[in-house]
């Protein structure tokens, strides 16, 4: 059974860096976008960004949310007093709704490149490293 479920652990640590690869690179997309001037530049960005939100970003969301769950119910028992396991799932959700912001950000950039400054889109980046930093913590730590 130990075997199961480190495959299955591996997998979620597989999917979840993928996911935070994009989560940090989508963003950083909207910065260049935002500072593009020429239709050729918006275009590509818009087609970059939509490659990576939907191809890259949101399946790997998803395969994390997927090994993480199964993870949690094939160790209920033992994560249901885990403190630190709470405050994790708390910051996978607001993550989850700042996948969704990133999607809804996407497709407003289609509209208009320069919906938002890009010193907005330097410091909207910079939010989910918190979380990262965080979640790491708490899951290598356990502080609680």
């Known amino acids: ?69 199964w993870m949690l119910g094939l160790g209920w028992d033992v994560y249901k007093t885990q403190g630190w396991l709470h405050v994790k799932l708390l910051l996978v959700v607001l993550l989850s709704g700042y996948h969704g912001a990133c999607g809804f950000y996407r497709k407003k950039l289609i509209d208009n490149p320069h919906y938002k400054s890009h010193k907005f889109w330097r410091w909207f980046n910079e939010v989910p490293v918190f979380a990262l ?6 899951v290598v730590v356990k502080p609680f």
């Open 1 to 69: 059974m130990a075997d199961y479920f480190n495959w299955i652990k591996a997998a979620h640590i597989i999917s979840m860096v993928c996911w935070f690869a994009a989560i940090f690179y989508l963003p950083r997309l909207f910065v260049y976008h935002a500072m593009s001037d020429d239709s050729i530049s918006h275009e590509r960005f818009a087609i970059m960004e939509r490659k990576l939100y939907r191809g890259i970003m949101t399946p790997s969301m998803i395969a994390t949310w997927i090994f993480g769950l």
């Open 133 to 138: 930093v965080i979640i790491v913590i708490l």
